[in-house]
């Protein structure tokens, strides 16, 4: 029985009387050399009943490419899912992974923390690579720290830079205090070095014109039991389509809109720029948005090509949670309004009067050009 | 029923700034508040009190941090909490998420023993990791469950709604578990009373040590922590944009069109 065993921790889950423990060893330090590649969790999402990788596996991807040129290792990617998800992960060959680990098992068709940890730490225990990857996401925030805790393993979540120093080690850097200092960091004593890293802080990188590259079939161990929560319902809101954190035009409404009936106008600019709209927390709090579309602190973290603010003053909370977007808008008609002091072009004015004329040249510049 | 909400004081996050010449934080004039998270977390707790009378809840705060943190846990007992821990030695400081998640185990084991929930904050305003209430529920080898904003408790179970990237998702799952708390309940909260303020100072708040655990000193603060900050330092400015004068539309709506040609967005 014991010959099968993983140590990946499980049997502690289901264990309800504590009389399990399993005593992890540091590792000396002239065995951290023993750890060797880059795995990177690929993170699927179901789009519109298909089942896709999410863009920071790509992002991820194309950083690790990056690391690479120092390291020399292999890059892999852990896919864990239900069974039937091979199909899906040709694409990754194009973007540099080496080889994909291919977790299949039905108790991993709804994510779950327990699942997930179980069958991951087995892999990384089995694999022993020298860096881990997870999109700072809502299940790979949750999933991370959980694999950190059972492994003991250093964990910097939330990192929006990533490159290797002289020592070959990974330096982790990251924002705090809502963004206004930022720290590097380093594990320097615990292998694999772990982090999350935000979303659409990195690009994809097509490496590759070929699919080529190796799939490892990773039998999976799970049971049942080991699994301890249980998903009674699922309920999408109406906005679930729209995924803000991907959009690369975001159209974003706070106060300045007045009225719900007035938001029409900002769909309306959208339309016209191909951008999704999104909204400042006052207006989900006003019931006139949905909470999925919230940018901020409280809300989601984006980083698009360009971001435009409609009547949003920009409180702290909000600016962290949009400043790191490569353009910036802002038409508000309070000069002191804070988003003016991280916009590249902002506009002190009626956005009533300067988006209808706005939307006149669109429309004029498109029938010239036809 | 023991519920237990562990406590982060954080300080006021937009006016933390480095010292450019020695690249360490400016800390001082900067005021320190209970983290709105935590205290999310807390309206939770009281919430599920009132709901569930029967059941008797008790509601245990519990912090890790230096010895002013004292006022967010005095804080979380005037707005209901009914006993505080505060850990609090400065061989605890430096700690990671690792040596925090520790050392909260810690303290919860050996001060609380037995108890049925725990709730965090979904996340702290100053370092924003969300890291900790995870390795604290494996340590304590309970099942953890992120981003709720509503719990029903039914006997040994609970019902968690948690938000999801669509939506959100009704979970349940067995006691004793983590939950961390992303938004209040909706009941507009009160400001506590002056009576609340008088009964708060007469409810116990312990300050316990290091050696009260009884650690490993290699387990705790700088020494327990798995990453090191090597640096920090002010994030690059960006350069100041453009700002124009709005009352002519016709002419800001040209310069705008511009400025997105140019970006070729237009």
Redo the contacts between chains.
């Keep these: 029985m014991l010959d099968n065993c993983t140590l990946c921790g499980s049997c502690i889950n289901v264990c309800r009387y504590n009389a399990l423990s399993i005593e992890r060893a540091m590792i000396p330090l002239e065995d951290l050399k023993k750890f060797e590649g880059i795995i990177i969790w690929g993170e699927l999402e179901n789009k519109s009943g298909q089942l896709q990788f999410k863009k920071v596996v790509y992002e991820l991807l194309g950083k690790a490419l990056e690391l690479n040129k120092e390291l020399n290792e292999q890059i892999s990617v852990a896919v864990l899912g239900p069974p039937g998800i091979s199909a899906l992960i040709d694409e990754l060959f194009y973007y540099g992974t080496d080889i994909v680990y291919l977790c299949e098992h039905e108790l991993l068709e709804d994510f779950s923390n327990d699942g997930y940890t179980t069958v991951f730490t087995s892999l990384i225990i089995d694999k022993k690579p020298s860096i881990v990857l997870y999109g700072a996401t809502i299940k790979g925030r949750e999933l991370a720290p959980r694999i950190a805790a059972r492994l003991n393993l250093g964990l910097t979540a939330d990192c929006t830079g990533l490159s290797i120093n002289k020592q070959k080690q990974l330096v982790q850097t990251r924002p705090a205090f809502g963004g206004n200092i930022m720290a590097s960091i380093l594990s320097p004593y615990t292998r694999p070095q772990m982090a999350t890293v935000r979303p659409n802080t990195f690009s994809k990188v097509k490496s590759k014109q070929s699919k080529k590259g190796i799939i490892e079939k990773i039998s999976v161990k799970l049971e049942k039991q080991s699994i301890r929560t249980k998903i009674i319902e699922e309920i999408s809101s109406k906005t679930e389509s729209i995924n803000i954190e991907d959009a690369d035009i975001l159209i974003s409404v706070g106060r300045g809109i007045g009225s719900k009936e007035n938001i029409k106008l900002v769909h309306e600019l959208a339309q016209e720029l191909k951008g999704t709209v999104s909204s400042s927390r006052a207006l989900v709090e006003l019931g006139w948005t949905k909470h999925p579309i919230q940018v901020g602190q409280s809300g989601k973290t984006i980083s698009p090509k360009l971001y435009i603010a409609l009547g949003i003053s920009g409180a702290i909370q909000h600016l962290v949670g949009m400043q790191t977007s490569d353009i910036i808008i802002a038409i508000n008609s309070d000069p002191e309004a804070p988003i003016f002091k991280v916009a590249d072009f902002g506009i002190i004015g009626d956005l009533f009067e300067i988006i209808p004329q706005f939307l006149k040249l669109c429309r004029k510049n498109k029938e010239s050009s036809l | 029923m023991k519920i237990i909400v562990t406590i982060k004081q954080v300080?006021e996050?937009?006016k933390?700034?480095?010292n450019p010449e020695t690249g360490t934080?400016i800390r001082e004039g900067v005021e320190s508040i209970l983290n709105p998270f935590c205290e999310y977390a807390l309206d939770m707790a009281v919430k599920l009190k009132i709901q569930n009378p029967d059941l008797n809840v008790e509601i245990i705060v519990i912090s890790m941090g230096p010895p002013q943190a004292k006022y967010a846990l005095i804080r979380c007992l005037e707005l209901g909490a009914d006993k505080a821990y505060l850990l609090s030695d400065r061989a605890f400081s430096g700690s990671?998420?690792?040596a925090t998640?520790l050392t909260l185990k810690e303290g919860i084991l050996k001060k609380i023993g037995n108890f049925d929930l725990i709730l965090a904050g979904k996340q702290a305003?100053?370092?924003?990791?969300?890291?900790?209430?995870?390795?604290?529920?494996?340590?304590l080898?309970i099942?953890?469950?992120?981003?709720g904003f509503d719990i029903k408790i039914d006997k040994k179970k609970i019902?968690v709604k948690k938000?999801?990237?669509?939506?959100?998702?009704?979970?349940?799952?067995?006691l004793p578990?983590l939950v961390t708390i992303?938004?209040g309940p909706s009941t507009i909260r009160r400001l506590p009373s002056m009576k609340d303020m008088i009964e708060a100072r007469k409810k116990p708040l312990e300050i316990i040590n290091a050696k009260s655990l009884n650690m490993d000193e290699n387990k705790i603060g700088l020494n327990g922590?798995?990453?090191?900050?090597?640096?920090?330092?002010?994030?690059p400015t960006?350069k100041a944009?453009?700002?124009?004068?709005?009352?002519d539309?016709?002419n800001?709506?040209?310069?705008?069109?511009m400025?997105?040609k140019e970006?070729l967005?237009?």
Excluded: C, M
């Excluded at chain 2, 938000?163 to 067995?174: A, L, M, Q």
């Excluded at chain 2, 922590?225 to 994030?235: A, G, L, M, W």
């Excluded at chain 2, 944009?241 to 009352?247: A, C």
């Design positions: 300080p996050a937009n933390v700034a480095v934080l990671d998420v690792w998640a305003i100053d370092g924003d990791t969300a890291q900790v209430p995870a390795e604290l529920a494996e340590n080898g099942p953890h469950i992120y981003y019902n938000e999801t990237e669509k939506g959100y998702k009704v979970i349940e799952v067995r578990a992303s938004k922590s798995f990453t090191q900050v090597v640096k920090i330092f002010s994030p960006k944009g453009e700002i124009i004068d709005g009352n539309s016709i800001a709506a040209e310069k705008l069109f400025f997105l970006k967005i237009v």
